[in-house]
């Protein structure tokens, strides 16, 4: 079995910076791509970053600048530094890995329930 356990989120004033972290535990032999989404009340939800395991990212236009995608293969953690929060940020936001357990024969995606992050105007 495979977790993502996310934790970082809250409420914000618009400017203002957060960072979110999720961590994977269970049977993992690797992890392959990981990434952050989000969704807002009655909204799609959406690709806010991804990165690959040799670190390659892609950001989705609307945050460039603003937040960065960092991993620790380590840890099996990924973290999302959010500076300059906007109000339509606010939505919430859902960890995902890409990752072959021990007893897999290929990667599976895995998703964690997922953090609010609320900007205030």
């Known amino acids: 079995q495979v977790q993502l356990v996310e934790s970082g989120g809250g409420l914000v004033q618009a400017g203002g910076s957060l960072r979110l972290s999720c961590a994977a535990s269970?049977?993992?032999?690797?992890?392959?791509?990981m990434g952050w989404y989000r969704q807002a009340p009655g909204k799609q939800r959406e690709l806010v970053v991804t990165?690959?395991?040799?670190?390659?990212?892609n950001y989705a236009d609307s945050v460039k600048g603003r937040f960065t995608i960092s991993r620790d293969n380590a840890k099996n953690t990924v973290y999302l530094q959010m500076n300059s929060l906007k109000p339509e940020d606010t939505a919430v936001y859902y960890c995902?890995?890409?990752?072959?357990?021990?007893?897999?024969?290929?990667?599976?995606?895995?998703w964690g329930k997922g953090t609010l992050v609320t900007v205030s105007s």
């Open positions: 995902n890995a890409d990752i072959i357990t021990i007893v897999g024969m290929w990667g599976m995606d895995y």
């Open positions: 990165i690959t395991s040799g670190g390659s990212t």
């Open positions: 269970g049977s993992i032999f690797s992890i392959n791509a």
